[in-house]
């Protein structure tokens, strides 16, 4: 009995190491998918986009297996610091603010914001230029931290929202004036599209490092060094061998790095 017993337990202390050692091999990686290029939800309900092959590449080259949970952008850090995700790949600008909260991989590419308004509209992106409009931004970005800070002041009406298909349903039906957001992401996302039609760029990029930081990155908890190198690593690798041109330029037309 009492050799039955010993057996029982080495048998499920394995089963455990196993399933412990499986659990270690999978990286949970926090998305918010209503971001194109970079997270697209298809209709069959799978992601696609810049961010999810560089991931997907990520994780390949790690031996790892992804895993991508949903969120609304302003819960991603929230969710990184509570556990619920190991990662946050999601267009994620690495600014001063964040970073006193999270840490950040090396740079994925940059992530400059420009304003999107009716054609023949002649705004720029100073509160001058808007005062008495209406700006749409996406809700937990830089963009909204931005516009709050350097217009709301000043006469502009800054209107969050809770992601960015809402706020071009609401450039588009006249309820704003411009809208506030990633470059890259406005051009691929709604430009470029049917929907985008009557849209164009209002005034130049706005790149203040202060508020966008020096690109996009992907967010770690502090205390995960050992994902974080692991991580640049293979992002290192990947630039140096071309797997990274290449899958950017499935999407881009241009250097999306950056310097």
Request: aromatic share 10%; proline share 4%; with cysteine.
């Amino acid at each position: 009995m009492k050799r039955m017993t010993f057996l029982t337990v080495m048998l499920f202390s394995l089963m455990t190491s196993f399933a412990q050692a499986a659990e270690d091999n999978l990286i949970r990686l926090g998305v918010e998918p209503g971001y194109a290029p970079f997270e697209i939800k298809k209709p069959d309900g799978s992601l696609a986009g810049f961010d999810i092959d560089l991931g997907k590449e990520i994780c390949l080259r790690l031996k790892a297996r992804c895993e991508w949970v949903e969120s609304d952008f302003d819960g991603l850090i929230p969710a990184l610091k509570a556990k619920k995700i190991d990662a946050i790949l999601s267009s994620m600008s690495i600014t001063p603010q964040r970073l006193e909260e999270i840490d950040f991989t090396d740079k994925l590419y940059g992530t400059p914001a420009r304003l999107v308004a009716p054609k023949g509209m002649k705004f720029q992106p100073t509160a001058k230029s808007l005062a008495g409009k209406r700006v749409g931004v996406f809700q937990g970005t830089t963009a909204e931290t931005y516009a709050k800070e350097q217009w709301a002041a000043h006469g502009v009406d800054v209107v969050a929202y809770q992601n960015q298909d809402l706020v071009y349903a609401d450039l588009m039906n006249g309820r704003l004036d411009a809208s506030f957001q990633d470059a890259v992401a406005a051009d691929d996302g709604f430009l470029k599209r049917p929907v985008g039609k009557g849209f164009a760029f209002s005034g130049p990029e706005v790149n203040d490092e202060k508020y966008f930081g020096v690109g996009a990155g992907i967010g770690v908890r502090k205390e995960d060094q050992q994902l974080k190198n692991s991580i640049n690593k293979v992002l290192a690798d990947m630039l140096a061998d071309g797997t990274y041109q290449q899958i950017a330029k499935q999407y881009f037309q241009f250097d999306i790095y950056g310097k």
